[in-house]
């Protein structure tokens, strides 16, 4: 009996987890004086976007409404254009750009609670250095 119950247990809970809807970050959130909302209230949590053709255009995450986390943009073939993080609400730690192979950076740049830090270094598509800039 005991078996019986655990297992009705764990399928109860996959099937809320699977039905339960995903945010669109385009549609169902709110942008307010530089917060996130979802139904009136501050938004925690992820969020994804995509295309016409279906294919994603980006994630992303929230905590209190801020930006938070890492952030994926990808381009309409679904390869990973920008990888970004943020620490409430700023940019910071280090963002890759690449180009739209989805593997070749073209551009690191780095983020101390939203201003410019570190080596920003921008390569070319054969991965030369094209330029680097100190802030």
């Not at 009996?1 to 109860?12: G, R, S």
């Not at 099937?15 to 970050?25: E, G, P, R, T």
């Not at 830090?117 to 800039?133: A, L, P, R």
């Amino acid at each position: 009996m005991k078996l019986f119950f655990n297992v009705v247990l764990l399928f109860t809970l996959v099937s809320l987890n699977s039905c339960a809807s995903k945010v669109n970050c385009n549609m169902d959130l709110e942008y307010k004086d530089g917060l996130t909302y979802l139904n009136g209230k501050l938004f925690s949590g992820d969020c994804e976007s995509f295309y016409e053709t279906g294919a994603m255009m980006n994630k992303q995450t929230y905590l209190n409404g801020m930006d938070h986390g890492t952030w994926y943009f990808y381009f309409k073939n679904e390869k990973i254009e920008t990888i970004a993080n943020f620490l409430n609400n700023k940019k910071h730690g280090e963002w890759k750009y690449y180009y739209d192979d989805g593997e070749t950076i073209r551009q690191i740049s780095h983020y101390k609670f939203g201003l410019r830090d570190s080596v920003w270094t921008k390569y070319s598509f054969t991965g030369e250095i094209e330029w680097k800039e100190k802030y």
